[in-house]
């Protein structure tokens, strides 16, 4: 169970894929995150020069994040991960799939997850 959920939350990362039934992928920016470890219940921290993007869900006025995708400067993923460094729950597999395929940054992907 998370940690906390964000309640009236206003997005402000850059959204790079909106499917438009409460799911989207956002950007961070950062290789570091204060609001991913109260999100995510986890470090909030990747390797220098990479960048984390998150599947986020809005939903009866809450907002939650479910998939941390780390990826660097090249276009590699190397970490895909659920809530708490675990593996992703399987309902969101669609939602990462369409990531890797069609996220034009991503150009390599790494055994993760």
């Known amino acids: ?8 939350y206003i997005e402000s990362n850059e959204i ?3 499917y438009d039934n409460g ?8 290789f570091y995150s204060s609001e991913m470890i109260v999100r995510m219940d986890n470090c909030g921290r990747s390797p ?4 984390m993007l998150e599947l986020r ?9 479910h998939v941390v995708v780390v990826l660097d ?3 590699v993923v190397s970490q895909i991960q659920g ?8 309902e969101y597999i ?8 069609n996220y034009t940054k991503i150009n390599k992907i790494y055994s993760i997850y």
Do not use: A
């Not at 799911?23 to 950062?30: I, M, P, Q, S």
């Not at 669609?94 to 395929?101: K, R, T, V």
């Open 1 to 8: 169970m998370r940690v906390k959920i964000n309640e009236n």
């Open 16 to 18: 790079i894929i909106d």
């Open 23 to 30: 799911f989207y992928w956002v950007d961070l920016n950062k």
């Open 48 to 51: 220098m020069n990479t960048t």
């Open 57 to 65: 869900e809005f939903k009866d006025n809450k907002n939650l994040t």
């Open 73 to 75: 400067k090249n276009g």
């Open 83 to 90: 809530i708490k460094n675990e593996k992703p729950q399987k």
């Open 94 to 101: 669609e939602y990462i799939f369409d990531l890797l395929l």
